[in-house]
């Protein structure tokens, strides 16, 4: 059993409740989808890649990203589809560098298969441009350890692991996740913290993230 | 009406923990909702569950009603039609009526409400008695399509608003103020949603004769030509070819809709032919509703135009496989293939029907992912939930809002 060190600072539990907000912006062609996915707030790019998470928290694998379902169900580019639906979001530590990318698959894309400059979406099925707009409240959690830390694990909501996990490391740029920031800089230990941040929140549903970060968790308490 | 903590064992503890956490930052804000009317009509209905909701969360909320006549109302009924895409003559005498009317309320109306929150064109007037309070309109009509003249006309009122509402994206134009996008919902506790035991099913099977030996196809709607119930009697025809079903269309009384007598006229002509096809003129009655979606194998709701078609939902929430067009709010409801089948055809309905009958396996899954879509996203809780956290941006316009 592994001893339990007291953090330097407790773990403060948040949450985060989200409402869409609208543009009024809509594409019905790849080249006018394009320079919008250009000109829109990070907001924006934020709200379509990450939509699915809460949404369809049930269905897994799902289609990632808003972006990857348009292209394939309204243009019916496929491959297209595809392309944008493996973008590793977890490489990206910001929406900055999360859009070049998107942006990048399309013109490399639209380059190759000119006719895809073609198509267009049928009236009803143009791509909206929404952009997510977060509350983030205190919860009454907090840990000071790691055995403290797995208890709140099991109690907080989804909404909370997905603040910590999600929404903190891309939109709010703190470069990791805010589990493994604490478990190294207030617990100094590393190796749970480098072991968390290697997870891929994105190819498992809120649920099991909490799985898996209750097991993370309990392994290293018993070690 | 139920309580909030009655919805703990559908959406979980947390989901309404959430709700007394947002509806504690509005404490000591009084919420104004203004319409028309208090009774009939969607939006009442909405109100008449929302305002109680808000005060049990300890949210000071109050409900104001504008007057106007006859002929004002017959304005705004002009206004809904024309903003829905129906042909309709709209002449300068409906705008001064409409004037005329607004401004009694102006000047009979107090809009005392920290947030005063304005739904549909009827009171959009109103707006400009604005103060220093946040005014919110609230849009519960398809818009995508409008008459330009009557839009370009409430555009005037709408822009001196602090933030708009829409139901579905594609309802949303350019704006100059903040929109936001909050859809409608259902009541898994109301009359139309609730569990019902098998008896009440069978026996509302039983008061329309409709055998149980078959699979059973259901849309519900009005004998409207937006709901295509032609359509659906030729889409069933085209299964039936290949597997023995029943089709039920039930929907409410058209008794004062002489468009809508001519179409129930013709469904029961197209009908006549065939006795696996059950076409009920149901009187409102939401448990005989939910016993017809319960008792169905599939439910269809293969409309041309929808406001938000909330039907779709309520399929869902029973766990049933949908066939729906990719129209107005369905497409929020449906992702093809995941929770239920979009179609944009009559042979494509009958195809997708076919599939479903198929492959009782894969329509199971649909309609159980359904289920929890319409948990997560179209239930009164998230509605609440979206209506509180559109109160609170008011005086937040960051993106990311720290509370």
């Known amino acids: 059993m592994a001893e339990l060190y007291k953090a330097k600072e407790p773990f403060r539990f948040f949450t985060r409740l989200h409402l869409t907000e609208l543009t009024g912006l809509r594409a019905s062609i790849l080249s006018q989808f394009l320079s919008l996915i250009k000109e829109v707030g990070g907001a924006s790019i934020y709200h379509h890649t990450h939509r699915f998470l809460q949404q369809h928290q049930y269905l897994s694998p799902e289609p990632p990203n808003d972006f990857a379902y348009w292209v394939t169900e309204a243009l019916g580019e496929d491959e297209l589809g595809e392309k944008l639906a493996s973008i590793d979001t977890m490489h990206f530590s910001n929406i900055r560098s999360l859009r070049e990318k998107i942006i990048m698959v399309i013109e490399e894309y639209m380059e190759g298969n000119p006719l895809s400059k073609l198509k267009f979406s049928r009236k009803n099925e143009e791509f909206y441009f929404m952009k997510t707009v977060s509350f983030v409240f205190p919860t009454p959690y907090s840990a000071g350890d790691l055995k403290e830390f797995a208890e709140c694990l099991h109690k907080i909501t989804i909404e909370s692991i997905y603040y910590h996990v999600f929404e903190a490391r891309l939109r709010l740029e703190k470069k990791t996740n805010d589990f493994s920031r604490w478990m190294e800089d207030s617990l100094g230990d590393k190796a749970l913290a480098v072991k968390i941040a290697r997870l891929d929140p994105y190819t498992h549903t809120l649920e099991d993230l909490r799985k898996a970060l209750i097991a993370m968790v309990k392994a290293r308490l018993e070690s | 009406m139920a309580k909030i903590d009655e919805y703990i064992p559908i959406v979980g503890q947390s989901t309404v923990d959430d709700l007394r956490l947002i509806a504690d930052r509005l404490k000591g804000k009084v919420i104004q909702h203004i319409n028309s009317t208090a009774v009939g009509g969607g939006v009442a209905e909405i ?13 000071d909320t109050r409900w104001d009603l504008i007057k106007g006549g006859e002929q004002f109302f017959g304005v705004t009924k002009k206004f809904h039609n024309v903003l829905h895409a129906r042909p309709d003559a709209v002449t300068q005498r409906d705008f001064d009526i409409f004037m005329e009317t607004s401004q009694k309320n102006i000047e009979e109306l107090d809009t005392y409400g920290d947030i005063v929150f304005v739904h549909d064109p009827q009171p959009i007037a109103l707006v400009t008695k604005k103060k220093e309070n946040k005014w919110i309109w609230r849009c519960h009509i398809d818009v995508s399509n409008p008459h330009m003249g009557v839009w370009e006309f409430l555009k005037n009122f709408i822009i001196q608003y602090d933030a708009a509402v829409f139901s579905a994206p594609g309802f949303s134009p350019r704006l100059p103020i903040r929109q936001f996008l909050i859809s409608p919902s259902i009541d898994p506790l109301s009359d139309k949603n609730i569990e019902l035991p098998q008896e009440t099913i069978d026996k509302v099977l039983r008061k329309y004769a409709i055998p149980k030996d078959k699979p059973i196809l259901t849309q519900i709607s009005r004998f409207d030509r937006l709901k ?100 107005g709010g369905i497409p929020l409801q449906i992702k093809h293939k995941y929770s239920g089948m979009l179609c944009h055809s009559v042979d494509g309905a009958a195809f997708a029907l076919k599939q479903l009958l198929h492959s009782p396996d894969y329509a199971r899954k649909l309609g159980e992912n359904g289920r929890e879509h319409v948990r997560n996203n179209f239930l009164i809780t998230r509605h609440l939930k979206e209506y509180m956290l559109l109160f609170l941006s008011l005086y937040y316009p960051q993106d990311v809002v720290y509370v």
């Open chain 2, 47 to 59: 109100l008449n569950r929302m305002v109680p909701f808000l005060r049990e969360l300890g949210v």
């Open chain 2, 228 to 327: 295509d119930p032609l359509g659906v009697i030729e889409a069933y025809l085209q299964v039936k070819r290949y597997i023995d079903c029943r089709l039920v269309l039930a929907g409410g009384s058209a008794a004062d809709d002489p468009e809508g007598l001519q179409v129930l006229e013709e469904a029961r002509e197209k009908a006549k032919a065939d006795s696996d096809i059950h076409i009920l003129l149901l009187p409102q009655n939401d448990i005989e509703v939910n016993a017809l979606q319960r008792a169905s194998t599939v439910i269809i709701q293969k409309s041309l135009k929808e406001g938000f078609g909330l039907t779709v939902s309520e399929a869902l929430w029973k766990a049933k496989p949908v066939v729906a067009s990719n129209v």
